[in-house]
C-alpha cells in the first residue's frame, strides 16, 4: 500500500516529492511498530511449537501478542488517515510553501542582524581567487573546519556561489583577501560543502524548484490539471516577492571570529530562469494559467522594498512572457484580457 502511494505521488505531481513522503517521522514508527509486532508473534509461535501449549510457559507472551495485535489495529486507521491526507497535492504544496517561507524569513533575519557591518569593497586587487576542488552543487561553508588560529585572523572571505548552485571542478567558488598559504588554501576547500546532487531540505530555492515541477507536471498532457498549477503559481509568487527583497549579498561575522563572510544570494535573473522560465514554457497557450502566471509576476514588481536591481529582470520576464502569448494565443479577447493586467 505504501508503494502504490508513493508510487501514485511520483507519477502525478513529482519524483522530487517522494523524500518528504517517505521522511515523515510518524508513517516511519508505525511501520516500524507493526514490523516489531509481527517479530514478536513469530517468537510466540515458534515457543509454541518447541514447548507446547504450556500455559505456564507462554500465556503472558500471548496476552502480550493480543494487545499488541489490537494497537496494531488502531494504528492501522491512524495510518490509512495519515497517509490519505499526506498524498493530497493541496497538503503537499502547503507544507512546501511554509517551510521555504521560514527559511527566506530567517534569511531576511540575519541579513538584518549584519546591517551594522560594512560591506567590503568590490575591487579585484589584492583578492585571492580559490579554485574549487570537485564539481557538485554549493551547499555551505562551515567555519568550524578552520584551525582556531585561522579563524582569529582578520580577512574577508566572500563565497562567489550561490547556495544549490552548480560548480564544476577548477571553478572559481570563493575569493579572499590578503595572500594564503597552501595549507590555508586546503583548508578553506576542506569546509566548503559541496555535494554530488542538489539538497533537498533547508533551502527556499529547493521549494520553489519542486513547486515550479509540481506546476509543470500538471499542465503535462498526461495530467492535464491547471487548477493546481494555479495554487502552486499563486505559492510561488509569494515566495518570488519576498527572495527578491533579500539583498545580493549576505553578511557573517560571529562573535567567535574575527573574519568576515560574505554569502551570495541567487540574483532575480537565475530565479527567473530555473522558476519562472520552465512554467512560461507549459503556460503560453492555456488562457487561464498564463492570466495567473502574468498576474503573479506583477505582483512582484510591485512588491515594496524590492531591489532596484532586480526590477529590470522581472520586466523582462514579462515582456518574453507577452511575447509568448501573442505567438501561441490565437483568440483575440483572451489574448487582450491577460495582457490589459500590465497596463
Excluded at 156 to 173: F, G
Excluded at 279 to 307: G, H, Q
Amino acid at each position: 500500500m505504501v508503494m502504490v502511494v508513493l508510487n501514485q505521488a511520483s507519477t502525478n505531481f513529482s519524483p522530487r516529492l517522494l523524500p518528504g513522503l517517505i521522511s515523515n517521522k510518524r508513517h516511519q514508527i508505525i511501520l516500524g511498530f507493526y514490523i516489531g509486532t509481527l517479530l514478536f508473534n513469530i517468537i510466540v509461535l515458534m515457543s509454541l511449537g518447541a514447548y507446547g501449549p504450556s500455559k505456564n510457559a507462554v500465556g503472558f507472551s500471548v496476552m502480550i501478542s493480543a494487545i499488541l495485535g489490537a494497537f496494531c489495529v488502531g494504528l492501522f486507521v491512524y495510518f490509512i488517515h495519515s497517509i490519505s491526507q499526506a498524498i493530497q497535492i493541496q497538503n503537499i504544496i502547503d507544507k512546501i510553501f511554509y517551510k521555504s517561507d521560514k527559511l527566506l524569513d530567517a534569511e531576511k533575519r540575519r541579513q538584518e542582524e549584519s546591517a551594522d557591518i560594512p560591506s567590503p569593497e568590490n575591487s579585484t586587487e589584492d583578492w585571492k581567487i580559490i579554485q574549487s576542488g570537485k564539481s557538485g552543487y554549493y551547499r555551505s561553508f562551515d567555519v568550524s573546519l578552520l584551525g582556531d588560529s585561522f579563524k582569529q585572523q582578520e580577512k574577508i572571505i566572500e563565497i562567489i556561489p550561490y547556495a544549490d548552485q552548480h560548480v564544476w571542478k577548477n571553478d572559481p567558488i570563493m575569493k579572499v583577501r590578503e595572500e594564503l598559504s597552501t595549507d590555508e588554501i586546503e583548508a578553506l576547500q576542506l569546509s566548503l560543502y559541496i555535494l554530488s546532487n542538489p539538497h533537498e531540505d533547508d533551502s527556499s530555492i529547493s521549494g520553489m524548484i519542486k513547486l515550479t515541477e509540481v506546476v509543470v507536471k500538471a499542465l503535462s498532457p498526461g495530467i492535464n490539471d491547471p487548477g493546481t498549477a494555479i495554487n502552486a503559481i499563486s505559492k510561488i509568487g509569494q515566495l518570488l516577492s519576498k527572495a527578491l527583497t533579500l539583498k545580493p549579498k549576505t553578511l557573517e561575522k560571529r562573535s567567535d571570529l574575527e573574519m568576515l563572510i560574505v554569502h551570495q544570494n541567487i540574483p532575480a535573473r537565475e530565479l527567473m530562469r530555473i522558476i519562472v522560465q520552465p512554467i512560461r514554457e507549459y503556460a503560453k497557450m492555456d488562457c487561464a494559467v498564463a492570466y495567473e502566471l502574468m498576474s503573479t509576476l506583477i505582483y512582484v514588481w510591485n512588491t515594496k522594498n524590492i531591489c532596484t536591481d532586480y526590477i529590470t529582470a522581472i520586466s523582462d520576464e514579462i515582456k518574453a512572457l507577452q511575447s509568448d502569448l501573442k505567438a501561441n494565443i490565437g483568440n483575440h479577447k483572451d489574448l487582450k484580457r491577460i495582457l490589459e493586467l500590465v497596463e
